[in-house]
């Protein structure tokens, strides 16, 4: 008898995993095309929050004076809605959640799907995304504030000019090219790379886990140096004794992580 339930539960275990291998393999294979987008008055938006949950995000300029939202790719449900973008008040507000249905994204599974915006060329007042799982991808950018995140996805910026900018990644790399202003990045698992004019303002980069590399055109006039490394070395312009106060020191540059390497150099 013993035997017999041993047998009768392996058996259920397999069965089990056999249903959910068909679901997956059929939500995988018989996927079709989906194309949805909304344009908007570009006079008419002054903050965008977007609020992804399994796609990726590209912001790009637009060549017109309209605001372009667009979600394409493959899904299992074609003719399902994917894509919510309203204007309120002045915040355009685009989503592709569905917090109150998430025992039916069971069947999403399979989809492919990228987001893509474009953005007339002004001042934002704030630009804010907060995603999932899925990478960002953003660039030329003017905003007074910008706000990225995501769960599990590496973030990509560039051209962004903004009094802050503050990025996160529980899981993924970071790159940042040419992004001014006040910055912050974190990241629990991946690398940070920078590649900027200037290391004059405030910058806090940190990563739990993974090296973090910084270009300056040039070399600081006023920073102070507040550099960490738990397991690894630390390299300030070709030098390991690096002068921790450069100038009247106003502007602290902190970089720290447990493990990997911190470089800063030209």
Request: no cysteine; hydrophobic share 35%.
């Amino acid at each position: 008898m013993p035997n017999f339930k041993k047998i009768s539960i392996i058996a259920l275990i397999l069965l089990g995993i056999g249903v959910i291998g068909s679901v997956v393999t059929f939500a995988s294979s018989d996927r079709s095309a989906i194309s949805e987008s909304e344009k908007f008055s570009g006079h008419d938006v002054e903050k965008l929050d977007i609020q992804l949950d399994n796609q990726k995000l590209y912001v790009k300029p637009s060549q017109s004076d309209e605001i372009i939202v667009e979600l394409e790719g493959k899904g299992n449900n074609p003719e399902k809605e994917r894509l919510q973008a309203e204007l309120e008040g002045d915040t355009l507000l685009v989503k592709t959640r569905e917090r109150d249905r998430k025992m039916f994204r069971f069947f999403d599974w399979g989809d492919s799907v990228t987001l893509s915006i474009y953005l007339p060329e002004k001042e934002y007042t704030a630009f804010k995304v907060d995603i999932n799982n899925g990478s960002i991808n953003a660039e030329n950018i003017k905003a007074k504030e910008f706000i990225a995140s995501t769960d599990n996805g590496k973030i990509m910026i560039g051209d962004i000019l903004s009094e802050r900018v503050d990025v996160e990644s529980n899981n993924g790399k970071i790159e940042l090219d040419n992004v001014e202003g006040e910055l912050n990045g974190k990241t629990n698992n991946g690398a940070i790379s920078l590649v900027t004019e200037s290391l004059d303002r405030p910058i806090h980069l940190a990563s739990d886990n993974g090296k973090i590399n910084v270009k300056s055109s040039k070399e600081p006039t006023n920073v102070t140096f507040d550099v960490r490394v738990d397991n690894g070395s630390i390299d300030i312009f070709g030098d390991s004794d690096w002068d921790t106060v450069v100038g009247e020191g106003e502007n602290r540059v902190k970089l720290t992580t447990h493990n990997g390497s911190i470089t800063v150099d030209r």
